[in-house]
């Protein structure tokens, strides 16, 4: 065709249906999400965009029937609960995707089966053929069950739960992947200022990645953190080391709430810190399996060689 033809239009669904919820976040600031309203399911992606089309019109398919008292129908229920509701957005999209497992294998089959004891075996054999590929899913997907299960003891949908204490299947070694003395000076020898703060900060309370970056000033005072991790939703409350005091009295603030901030004195998000602190990390010489991430068993060691019980740790 000529480049002077006119062009065909390109015919686009206009998408309806769709409910949108504030989620205002621990460190401030408000994200819009998107559900479809028939079917509950979730829209990702920008409006407009090729992702949020694709995501629109895969949750817009309908529903396949569900039946009343089936594991498919505790799946639903319980992503539709409270305490799905309070988890983190990254813990709901992992444990959507192990749901998701135990749908393919259990969603027709009634809740009341997992009363008899036999059933054990059953689900014995359905994390093993998972874990030929993959014996981490396996035993997240068992979890997952497990959990669903437990759900439904509580809502008094079965009177017991014999998925729990299925045991796993994945072990792993992380006792090597501990930032020595001589990774941290390299580290605070290369990095920028702010980075040379979050390590201080993982180093002396031990929390993950995400809970890091959204602590806020507001919850350092009398010499504590006090926060409410956002995995977990436990309430913890951090007694904070002489080195601590002094690199917070020195921090500066900019005009976010956290603690830690980025070159732009903006709170970081998770796409802009985990990229910085890597690429700081080899810069410093630490490679392979010492992380960022590593901080947390760095943190756990160092307490224990402090002299710390299992249970101030």
């Known amino acids: 065709a000529s480049a002077d033809a006119p062009r065909t239009p390109v015919m686009r669904p206009r998408p309806t249906h769709i409910e949108t919820t504030p989620k205002r976040q621990s460190h401030g600031t408000t994200t819009t999400r998107r559900y479809h309203r028939k079917t509950g399911r979730k829209i990702t992606g920008e409006p407009g965009s090729v992702a949020f089309l694709e ?31 309070t988890l983190a957005s990254k813990t709901q999209h992992g444990y959507a995707a ?55 003891y509580n809502e008094g949908q079965i009177a017991i739960n014999h998925a729990r204490n299925i045991g796993t299947v994945y072990t792993s070694d992380r006792s090597e992947n501990i930032w020595t003395d001589d990774h941290i000076t390299a580290f605070l020898q290369v990095a920028r200022p702010e980075l040379a703060l979050a390590m201080r900060l993982a180093l002396d309370t031990g929390q993950r990645q995400g809970d890091l970056i959204r602590i806020p000033w507001s919850a350092y005072a009398n010499g504590r953190i006090v926060w409410r991790q956002a995995k977990t939703r436990h309430r913890i409350s951090i007694p904070v080391t002489d080195l601590l005091a002094k690199a917070l009295e020195a921090a500066p603030r900019g005009d976010a709430t956290t603690i830690l901030i980025n070159s732009r004195r903006k709170p970081w998000t998770t796409d802009g810190f985990q990229p910085r602190g890597r690429k700081t990390a080899l810069k410093a010489g630490v490679q392979g399996q010492v992380t960022f991430h590593a901080l947390r068993g760095t943190a756990v060691t160092r307490l224990h060689e402090a002299g710390c019980t299992t249970a101030e740790i």
């Open 55 to 85: 995501s629109y019109t895969e949750a817009s398919k309908p529903l396949d029937r569900i039946e009343p008292g089936s594991i498919d129908a505790l799946v639903r229920d319980y992503k539709a609960s409270a305490r799905f509701g």
């Open 98 to 152: 192990a749901l998701e497992d135990v749908r393919a294998r259990f969603g027709p089959a009634p809740a009341t089966v997992f009363e008899d004891p036999r059933i054990r075996k059953d689900i014995r054999v359905w994390r093993d053929e998972i874990a030929t590929t993959s014996p981490r899913r396996a035993d997240y997907a068992t979890a997952m069950l497990q959990r669903i299960l437990q759900f439904a």
